[in-house]
């Protein structure tokens, strides 16, 4: 997540990108896989025999920048540190590419309820940090890492939680595999094609084929990866088998969403999964005419209401809009022209949900305001109008 002030520095359309500086990592007073590499170390030994576990955790709903990451890492501390890491996911994978990524790759992810707490000495946290909304935590287990590119969460009081003793967040990184492309090439760890594979399809994803908030880190990653991928496992992620459901949802999406001058809103009730916020948010973004969209949904089994923005490149950063349309409620994330958030619902009665969706319409109206309010219809114009 970039704000829009370290955004519009690090990731210009017109090549303006920051240089992948070992600076940016030297915070911790030496190479930062070296240091990563000594905390591991420490807590491991301190941990005794019981505990010899690392854990690898990432938001709900990992998208391939989350699961790419955690692969590296993986890799990373078992290749490399000769550590015995375990990934573990909390909630299900729905997302159709998402699935065919893990499935495809072949990566072993543990499910997180599955998990023996005490044969951890620690975790480490990839793609989010510690007080997101979506990020779930172990108490009895310590967190000694964390890798990101999102924008901290604001400190509600003076108690950011506990220090981590390796944190890496780098904001104007477009994707964290790419930083932990850095680690894996800084500490000569070899590849292999599914690593390389899995971190390629984090960084295409997050970067839109660095097209979006990528900086040259990104770009060495990228290339690099790709040269060590399986190209042929990259097309069946990129096109993978779809349930039957998704069709009916895909139906629904199309007939609740609304056109408002620039902005396509999309407020669906209850969905079944969260991931479809966001690709439903994606995919009316490539309607001509459009230039942000947010799209959003009740997911019951998480007793959230989940909502994705999306912004084109013209049009600015995701994350104050973001802040905007919830102005308040809920916790939200996001970095360059992507923004999620997550609102609890009291419960998932109609009514409830109903008065969530009535306040966020209201306020996205809000922001398009006087400029072009006066023009629109107030219901907005389906989508799928007859021609
Ligand atoms: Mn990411």
Known sequence: MIDSSSMSQDAGSDGSQMPASPEATSDFGMAAVQHFREVLEQ????????????????????????????????????????????????????????????RALGLEFSTYDDIAPEEYFGAV???????????FLPEDIELLAVFDHHVPPAAEDDD??????HLDVRLGIGATASIIYEYLRDAG??????????????????????SRNSSSLDEEAYYSTFREADRGL??????PPLPRVYYSELTYALSEARQYGALVLCLLGTISHPEFVAEMADFFLRMNGCAWVVVGGAVEEDGQYVLSLRTDYAF????????????????????????GARI???????????????????????????????????????LADTP
């Open 316 to 339: 600015g950063n995701a994350y104050p809009l973001m802040e905007r349309v919830l102005e308040g409620h809920g916790s939200f994330g996001g970095h360059g022209h992507i923004a």
């Open 189 to 210: 760890c070899n590849w292999n094609r599914t690593v390389a594979t899995a971190l390629f399809c984090g960084i295409r994803y997050d970067t839109a084929d660095l």
């Open 125 to 135: 946290l990839v793609d989010t940090q510690p007080r997101f909304g979506h990020t």
């Open 43 to 102: 807590a491991r030994a301190a941990a005794g025999d019981q505990r010899k576990g690392l854990l690898i955790l990432t938001h709900r709903g990992p998208d391939p920048d989350a699961i790419g990451a955690c692969e590296g890492v993986r890799h990373l501390c078992s290749e490399s540190f000769g550590l015995e890491a375990q990934v573990a996911t909390v909630g299900r994978i729905h997302r159709a590419e998402n699935l065919a990524m893990v």
């Open 344 to 382: 609890s619902l009291a419960d998932m009665g109609e009514s409830s949900i109903n008065s969530v969706e009535r306040g966020l319409r209201s306020r996205a109206l809000a922001i398009l305001g006087a400029a072009d309010g006066d023009s629109l219809l107030p219901e907005g114009r389906p």
């Open 160 to 165: 950011g939680g506990p220090e981590i003793a």
């Open 234 to 239: 990259i097309t069946q992620i990129n096109h």
